[in-house]
């Protein structure tokens, strides 16, 4: 049982009271943040008396004071007449309460109007900006929006908005604030693994992109590919693992996002949920693909414009608590002090010694749990890429030349909001001490908090704007994929063979409608299931990871087979799923006891661990033991034959992108790169950051420069991934930019054949 949960002493701070920051002023403000249980040392409940009294449970204690001294002796007496005295009510009465027991317990930081209209507003408002904008390519630049260009973009989208998109589409609720929880847990091992752990996934992926313009260029789906290689039963086998895929992450986008936008501004949890993924229905059925990463730019180029403010912030500002690297160093190393009385706190909330990290340091790359995670992370972020059918969509989408240079570039950028953004907003809540519970941390409250407390209000607005960008876009890219998959490999593969190029793009608006309600309908059974952000983002692996292996042979090795590559992706399901639940027998239950299979037990680590790990190397094993058996030695260049285009040609893209030895290059250039900074990122950097510290005595845990030198390369690579993802592909569209100015200013339309 926790009492006292904080008690800090600031000189001229920003202190808070409830979710509002007080302005500065010259007194000293000492402030308390209590957490009752239901019942008090002596057993006695006193939730009850403290309803009966008009008081809620959760508070704030605040009391402004003159000096130091005083600030002494107030927690002295506070504390004494606190713990023997709990039902007393007359130190209440002389001092100024505010109940509050979570960080976000209190009254939200902005209003319940403020979510709705984020939510909706900025929804309809991106909707008629990307449709207008769809409306003017088409008028002064000639885009016809035929089935094919609806799911395929034309296929000759440049390097610098691909990035932007890869960007967008894997900037998940989950990137701006799992990434961050884990800061808070481990420290910067958290976010670095998570950054690196899922940058790797998007580097190499670029292989599987140049093979399909290699072999199949005429592909709109990746279980077209499979069919066509493969036949139908792994066809339906690996339709069920794309769509499984696309329900996770958009789960993820659901459970995320509305748990902050409840957070911040009181919003109904179920019509956050519901109405989320209804903003991007429009502006998605208007244009297709190339709507979609016209707002992923738009999206993107917002979310770094935030990030580098708040990167700012915490770095190089003015805060009392942060604001420089050495502030952030000493805050760290003052709540994770040996010295530390934490007897009061709340056993969810950090204090003292971090478990399991060298030293108990947040600062060290030495942490049990950091390396736990980060392994679950590589291998369950596989599956959120090679089975999802959106990042085989941007793929097609790209010119040959430009999805490599696209996919390494996107995966270099989006490295830096989990490494930058999560590791300073993570760090910068533990280092502030902010009574931030672990209830709160799971549903990814972390950024929020910090950002509150750096802005109040315009925090909330930014984070809150920031996420929405995440989620939509990403939401939009669900919803072209599903709409692909059910148009081409349900509609037209099982239900009209001769389906049309009018009648495809007709399914695809439907199923692009469909899927947005399905989301809305997903986020209230989620809800009432009781999942958090963090158990659906640590088990994903464990249900599609199985399918990777067999998706990554399905264009780089000739001899897999049909019959490996479905008993690959079944068997590891299934022997994931049951090592997840037998390992969760040995986990610790609510009660401290063994044997029960719950949430609490499933979401531990170890079970994680295991069952992620079981379902991509089972699959792995069976998959290449049973395709040596009996090799299909598959000619990969009769793909090309074995996809058709529906009623439309491949628009001429020269024969320099065609080319098969350009193609060949393009292909070892992008393994070389791909593999080489995957190496660099999980084993060669780990590596060079274990012997930090070793020249201060402490081997393991950075030094005051060490940490310098980590936020100097944040801030670096932050400012410059903000100015690639933004400028390049302005840069790269001048050309159509340019005839849309033009247009606008002479009246001029597209002539065909201009």
Same mark, same amino acid.
């Given at each position: 049982?926790?009492?006292?949960?904080?008690?800090?002493?600031?000189?001229?701070?920003?202190?808070?009271?409830?979710?509002?920051?007080?302005?500065?002023?010259?007194?000293?403000?000492?402030?308390?943040?209590?957490?009752?249980?239901?019942?008090?040392?002596?057993?006695?409940?006193?939730?009850?008396?403290?309803?009966?009294?008009?008081?809620?449970?959760?508070?704030?204690?605040?009391?402004?004071?003159?000096?130091?001294?005083?600030?002494?002796?107030?927690?002295?007496?506070?504390?004494?007449?606190?713990?023997?005295?709990?039902?007393?009510?007359?130190?209440?009465?002389?001092?100024?309460?505010?109940?509050?027991?979570?960080?976000?317990?209190?009254?939200?930081?902005?209003?319940?109007?403020?979510?709705?209209?984020?939510?909706?507003?900025?929804?309809?408002?991106?909707?008629?900006?990307?449709?207008?904008?769809?409306?003017?390519?088409?008028?002064?630049?000639?885009?016809?929006?035929?089935?094919?260009?609806?799911?395929?973009?034309?296929?000759?989208?440049?390097?610098?908005?691909?990035?932007?998109?890869?960007?967008?589409?894997?900037?998940?609720?989950?990137?701006?604030?799992?990434?961050?929880?884990?800061?808070?847990?481990?420290?910067?091992?958290?976010?670095?693994?998570?950054?690196?752990?899922?940058?790797?996934?998007?580097?190499?992926?670029?292989?599987?992109?140049?093979?399909?313009?290699?072999?199949?260029?005429?592909?709109?789906?990746?279980?077209?590919?499979?069919?066509?290689?493969?036949?139908?039963?792994?066809?339906?086998? +690996? *339709?069920?693992?794309?769509?499984?895929?696309? #329900? !996770?992450?958009?789960?993820?986008? @659901?459970? %995320?996002?509305?748990? &902050? $936008?409840?957070?911040?501004?009181?919003?109904?949890?179920?019509?956050?949920?519901?109405?989320?993924?209804?903003?991007?229905?429009?502006?998605?059925?208007?244009?297709?693909?190339?709507?979609?990463?016209?707002?992923?730019?738009?999206?993107?180029?917002?979310?770094?414009?935030?990030?580098?403010?708040?990167?700012?912030?915490?770095?190089?500002?003015?805060?009392?608590?942060?604001?420089?690297?050495?502030?952030?160093?000493?805050?760290?190393?003052?709540?994770?002090?040996?010295?530390?009385?934490?007897?009061?706190?709340?056993?969810?909330?950090?204090?003292?010694?971090?478990?399991?990290?060298?030293?108990?340091? +947040? *600062?060290?790359?030495?942490?049990?749990?950091? #390396? !736990?995670?980060?392994?679950?992370? @590589?291998? %369950?972020?596989?599956? &959120? $890429?090679?089975?999802?059918?959106?990042?085989?969509?941007?793929?097609?989408?790209?010119?040959?030349?430009?999805?490599?240079?696209?996919?390494?570039?996107?995966?270099?950028?989006?490295?830096?909001?989990?490494?930058?953004?999560?590791?300073?907003?993570?760090?910068?809540?533990?280092?502030?001490?902010?009574?931030?519970?672990?209830?709160?941390?799971?549903?990814?409250?972390?950024?929020?908090?910090?950002?509150?407390?750096?802005?109040?209000?315009?925090?909330?607005?930014?984070?809150?704007?920031?996420?929405?960008?995440?989620?939509?876009?990403?939401?939009?890219?669900?919803?072209?994929?599903?709409?692909?998959?059910?148009?081409?490999?349900?509609?037209?593969?099982? #239900?009209?063979?001769?389906?049309?190029?009018?009648?495809?793009?007709?399914?695809?608006?439907?199923?692009?409608?469909?899927?947005?309600?399905?989301?809305?309908?997903?986020?209230?059974?989620?809800?009432?299931?009781?999942?958090?952000?963090?158990?659906?983002?640590?088990?994903?692996?464990?249900?599609?990871?199985?399918?990777?292996?067999?998706?990554?042979?399905?264009?780089?090795?000739?001899?897999?087979?049909?019959?490996?590559?479905?008993?690959?992706?079944?068997?590891?399901?299934?022997?994931?799923?049951?090592?997840?639940?037998?390992?969760?027998?040995?986990?610790?239950?609510?009660?401290?006891?063994?044997?029960?299979?719950?949430?609490?037990?499933?979401?531990?680590?170890?079970?994680?661990?295991?069952?992620?790990?079981?379902?991509?190397?089972?699959?792995?094993?069976?998959?290449?033991?049973?395709?040596?058996?009996?090799?299909?030695?598959?000619?990969?260049?009769?793909?090309?034959?074995?996809?058709?285009?529906?009623?439309?040609?491949?628009?001429?893209?020269?024969?320099?992108?065609?080319?098969?030895?350009?193609?060949?290059?393009?292909?070892?250039?992008?393994?070389?790169?791909?593999?080489?900074?995957?190496?660099?990122?999980?084993?060669?950097?780990?590596?060079?950051?274990?012997?930090?510290?070793?020249?201060?005595?402490?081997?393991?845990?950075?030094?005051?420069?060490?940490?310098?030198?980590?936020?100097?390369?944040?801030?670096?690579?932050?400012?410059?991934?903000?100015?690639?993802?933004?400028?390049?592909?302005?840069?790269?569209?001048?050309?159509?930019?340019?005839?849309?100015?033009?247009?606008?200013?002479?009246?001029?339309?597209?002539?065909?054949?201009?």
């Amino acid at each position: 049982m926790g009492l006292l949960s904080r008690s800090v002493w600031r000189s001229k701070g920003r202190a808070t009271r409830g979710n509002e920051r007080i302005p500065r002023n010259k007194e000293q403000t000492t402030r308390f943040v209590l957490r009752f249980d239901d019942r008090d040392p002596c057993g006695v409940p006193i939730r009850a008396d403290f309803s009966a009294m008009g008081m809620d449970p959760n508070f704030f204690f605040e009391k402004s004071i003159k000096s130091a001294s005083q600030t002494t002796r107030t927690l002295k007496i506070f504390s004494t007449v606190f713990l023997t005295k709990l039902t007393n009510f007359f130190i209440f009465s002389k001092t100024n309460v505010i109940f509050q027991r979570r960080f976000f317990g209190g009254s939200p930081v902005l209003s319940e109007g403020a979510g709705y209209g984020i939510v909706l507003g900025f929804g309809v408002g991106f909707s008629l900006i990307t449709t207008l904008l769809v409306y003017l390519d088409k008028r002064f630049n000639g885009t016809n929006i035929s089935s094919e260009f609806f799911n395929t973009a034309g296929r000759t989208v440049k390097t610098g908005l691909t990035a932007a998109v890869i960007v967008s589409q894997w900037t998940w609720a989950a990137t701006l604030l799992q990434s961050s929880n884990v800061a808070y847990q481990y420290g910067v091992s958290g976010p670095f693994w998570y950054a690196s752990g899922a940058t790797i996934q998007v580097l190499l992926f670029g292989i599987l992109a140049i093979q399909v313009k290699r072999y199949a260029p005429n592909a709109h789906t990746i279980c077209e590919i499979i069919d066509a290689r493969w036949g139908a039963t792994a066809h339906k086998v +690996f *339709l069920f693992f794309c769509f499984l895929t696309n #329900i !996770i992450v958009s789960s993820l986008l @659901i459970l %995320g996002g509305a748990a &902050t $936008v409840n957070a911040l501004t009181g919003m109904d949890i179920y019509a956050a949920g519901f109405l989320i993924p209804m903003g991007v229905i429009v502006y998605t059925m208007a244009g297709g693909l190339k709507a979609t990463f016209m707002a992923s730019y738009l999206h993107t180029a917002i979310i770094f414009a935030v990030l580098v403010t708040f990167l700012f912030t915490v770095y190089a500002s003015d805060d009392d608590l942060v604001g420089s690297p050495k502030k952030v160093y000493d805050a760290l190393k003052a709540v994770s002090s040996s010295e530390r009385d934490c007897t009061a706190n709340p056993t969810d909330q950090n204090c003292g010694p971090v478990k399991d990290n060298q030293g108990g340091s +947040f *600062l060290t790359m030495l942490s049990k749990g950091g #390396i !736990i995670f980060g392994i679950i992370n @590589i291998v %369950g972020n596989f599956g &959120t $890429v090679f089975v999802d059918q959106s990042y085989w969509q941007s793929a097609i989408a790209a010119k040959p030349s430009s999805s490599t240079k696209g996919y390494l570039l996107g995966g270099l950028v989006w490295f830096t909001i989990p490494f930058a953004l999560a590791t300073a907003m993570g760090l910068a809540t533990v280092a502030m001490d902010l009574p931030v519970t672990g209830d709160e941390a799971d549903d990814g409250l972390v950024p929020p908090a910090a950002a509150v407390h750096f802005f109040g209000k315009g925090g909330g607005i930014m984070i809150t704007i920031m996420l929405f960008m995440a989620i939509t876009s990403t939401g939009s890219a669900e919803q072209i994929a599903v709409s692909s998959l059910i148009a081409y490999d349900i509609y037209k593969k099982y #239900i009209n063979p001769k389906a049309t190029g009018e009648q495809i793009l007709k399914v695809s608006r439907i199923a692009i409608l469909g899927f947005g309600i399905f989301m809305g309908v997903l986020s209230i059974i989620l809800f009432e299931l009781g999942l958090s952000l963090g158990f659906v983002y640590l088990m994903m692996g464990i249900f599609i990871g199985s399918a990777v292996m067999p998706v990554a042979f399905v264009l780089t090795w000739k001899d897999a087979s049909a019959n490996g590559a479905i008993a690959g992706a079944v068997v590891g399901q299934i022997c994931g799923l049951i090592t997840w639940i037998v390992c969760s027998l040995f986990e610790r239950d609510a009660n401290g006891k063994h044997g029960t299979v719950d949430l609490d037990t499933l979401g531990g680590n170890y079970p994680m661990l295991a069952g992620n790990v079981m379902a991509i190397g089972m699959s792995g094993i069976v998959c290449a033991v049973m395709s040596k058996m009996n090799p299909q030695n598959f000619d990969l260049t009769t793909l090309k034959d074995g996809i058709a285009l529906i009623d439309d040609k491949l628009p001429d893209l020269g024969d320099e992108e065609k080319d098969e030895e350009r193609l060949v290059a393009a292909l070892k250039w992008i393994t070389k790169w791909g593999v080489g900074f995957s190496v660099i990122m999980v084993i060669v950097w780990p590596c060079l950051s274990l012997p930090a510290g070793c020249g201060d005595g402490d081997c393991g845990v950075f030094s005051e420069g060490y940490f310098t030198m980590w936020v100097i390369i944040a801030l670096a690579w932050g400012l410059l991934a903000t100015v690639v993802i933004i400028v390049l592909p302005l840069y790269e569209s001048r050309e159509v930019l340019g005839n849309v100015i033009k247009g606008l200013l002479t009246g001029a339309k597209h002539e065909e054949g201009a």
